[in-house]
């Protein structure tokens, strides 16, 4: 299954609602033109990714469209965040309709962003 490094193993994902809880109260917000991601440092060797998309966004398939776009980008791009972090990604309505390179601009813009205030 996981073949060099191309899965989304269940270590590097947010699962339970207390931890979601914690990155949205002890996280920083930082809000992009698609999406609100909450980032939190965390003493793990790993990052770890926790994705919202509510139903107000859209049927079930643009829903899980959006969700897979979002792994693929933390997937791909996990290695150039320097801090282990738990990112919590809650997508606007805007997200149903954008492009996979603005969800990945917006995506990559708004870590950059946290590592420089770190």
């Not at 191309?6 to 002890?26: I, N, T």
């Not at 919590?88 to 954008?98: C, Q």
Request: aromatic fraction near 6%; hydrophobic fraction near 35%.
């Amino acid at each position: 299954m996981d073949e060099g490094g191309c899965g989304f193993p269940q270590k590097e994902r947010l699962r339970k609602r207390r931890e979601f809880l914690a990155a949205y109260e002890r996280g920083a917000k930082i809000p992009t033109a698609h999406f609100v991601l909450y980032v939190l440092e965390n003493n793990l060797p790993h990052h770890r990714l926790g994705i919202t998309v509510s139903r107000k966004i859209g049927p079930s398939v643009t829903r899980n469209r959006i969700k897979r776009q979002l792994r693929e980008v933390f997937r791909k791009n996990k290695h150039i965040i320097s801090l282990p972090c738990d990112v919590v990604v809650n997508a606007k309505r805007s997200a149903a309709a954008a492009a996979s390179l603005k969800i990945e601009e917006d995506l990559l813009k708004a870590l950059d962003y946290w590592q420089r205030s770190q």
